[in-house]
């Protein structure tokens, strides 16, 4: 029953912005932190971002501080990750993940539900 659902994904030029949505069910959304990860051609997966189960807490990752932001509508069940002055480094499938628990990670591992991606595409 557990579903999360990527959308938002595109071709950008760089400098240009994307906004990625994530839509939960199946699971108290509510009550769960949340995350973005990408993964490019020939790496593992990383982290980008976390929020925590009220959105009162976010961390994000080095490469993109001050340029993205992630933020979550729970009377929508819906997790957030706004792209601002993309860069073709940002170039990867983009991916939502929830956990049973309430606090930011970084740590894949720490989540235990994730969508199928969406492709983001920063042109040169």
């Known amino acids: 029953q557990v579903l999360l659902v990527e959308s938002g994904g595109g071709l950008v030029q760089a400098g240009g912005s994307l906004r990625l949505s994530c839509a939960a069910s199946?699971?108290?959304?509510?009550?769960?932190?949340m995350g973005w990860f990408r993964q490019a051609p020939g790496k593992e997966r990383e982290f980008v971002a976390s929020?925590?189960?009220?959105?009162?807490?976010?961390y994000g990752a080095d490469s993109v501080k001050g340029r993205f932001t992630i933020s979550r509508d729970n009377d929508k069940n819906t997790l957030y990750l706004q792209m601002n002055s993309l860069k073709p480094e940002d170039t990867a499938v983009y991916y939502c993940?929830?956990?049973?628990?309430?606090?930011?990670?970084?740590?894949?591992?720490?989540?235990?539900?994730w969508g199928q991606g969406t492709q983001v595409t920063v042109s040169s």
């Open positions: 993940a929830g956990m049973l628990g309430k606090f930011t990670s970084a740590r894949a591992s720490a989540y235990d539900y």
């Open positions: 199946g699971f108290s959304f509510s009550n769960a932190a």
């Open positions: 929020i925590n189960w009220s959105g009162l807490s976010t």
